[in-house]
């Protein structure tokens, strides 16, 4: 269980990312040392349309594509709207703060300090998951998804 | 004296276009040129060039009960063919859209015939005979009531209408119906997301100055402030206060 004690902070950019933007900025800010784990949030892009006249069919979208963060790479299933953070320390929360505000030069982006993740299983979590859900994605993302988070290394 | 309707209360620009596009007298401005074929392949009903399907056969052909409200009502042409009732569903963006859902309502029901309109909160359905809707539907992609990034034609998953813009300025869409490509909004799937033989260009986005001029939304960041405009406050105010106190059903001694 991820201790409470970690600050968390959160980045929103005035607009939603492109996928090429979004690689861009997250290759800057893994360069900073000591975040702990990292959520991108946004609306879903799905890949079929799930409702409507049209439900099943295929749907292309440019803006859903597989991203290379650091050495790790990842499917964007959403627009890239903020991206959330847990830190070791709130020096660090700085340090995004400084890359955050020399990369977003078109348009602004607000970081947010607060409590953005679950630190710890709720009752409703343990009553939805049971005993063994995996602890680093609680409150994040639904624990039964079969894709495990991403592990980012070398960062350079 | 002949009744002249005020259509809406305020002083600031977005008042001013709120009465603009109600008042039918007033011509609405076409900013861009969409042909009958790509209104079609947007709505994406029929095929393009093929009969329209129809629902009953057409009222010449068929006994018409004698009924007074038939002789005073003239049909529509949708009507008068038997046309089957289809729609057009549009989304606005709450960043300065040039119409919004309860404006688009308004608006139609004084300038169009023989509709049905369904107002939501984040999206707006018209339904009407086909060959009727084919017609508005042209009108409202060419007038100054759309605009290609903040405004989108979406027969279903509308999501999107009170996001943030993505960083071209386009509205997000989880079916990315409409694609930027040089400066350009191309429909590349029709409002349902069934994607199209062809690209349909919709026209250029319009520039920040013009999309403010035009907006019938009030946003205090991104536009005029409602609280700006007294004389709406005051008037929405009086709604309000007649509403609650009837609520109590008032009685005179």
Known sequence: MTESQFPQCRVVPLRMLKPETSERYLNEVVKVEGIRRMMVNGPSIPAVVPYGPARGSPNPNSNRRTIKVGDATMELRVQVGSITFE??????????????????????????????????ASLVDYCRYGPNADPSVIGLVDPRRKEAPVIIQGRK | ?????????????????????????????????????DVVLI?????PG??????????????EPDCPIRKIVKPTEGAKAGDRVRYIQFADSMFNAPSQPYQRTYMEMYRFRGIDPGTLSGRQIVECRERDL?????????????????VSCRGATVHGHSLRLAEDGMMFDMLQRCVLKDGVVKYVKDQIGE???????????????????HSTIFHSLAGVAFRDDKEYVEYIQRIHALRTKYGFMPKEE
């Open chain 2, 43 to 47: 709505l994406g009903h029929r095929a």
């Open chain 2, 134 to 150: 084919e017609q508005y539907a042209k009108m409202l992609i060419e007038t100054e009531v759309f605009d290609p990034a903040l």
């Open chain 2, 195 to 213: 994607p199209l033989d062809r690209e349909v260009s919709v026209g250029k986005p319009m520039d920040d100055a013009w999309v403010k001029a």
């Open chain 1, 87 to 120: 830190v070791e320390d709130a020096g660090v929360i700085e340090e995004i703060r400084k890359v955050t505000n020399a990369f977003f030069t078109q348009f602004p982006a607000q970081v947010l300090e607060g409590k953005f993740m679950k630190t710890e």
């Open chain 2, 50 to 63: 093929s009969a329209y399907p129809t629902a009953h056969p057409p009222l010449a052909e068929q006994q």
């Open chain 2, 1 to 37: 004296m002949a009744y002249t309707p005020q259509y809406g209360p305020g002083t600031s620009i977005v008042a001013e276009n709120r009465r603009k596009q109600m008042n039918p007298n007033y011509k609405l401005e076409k900013v861009r040129d969409v042909t009958d074929e």
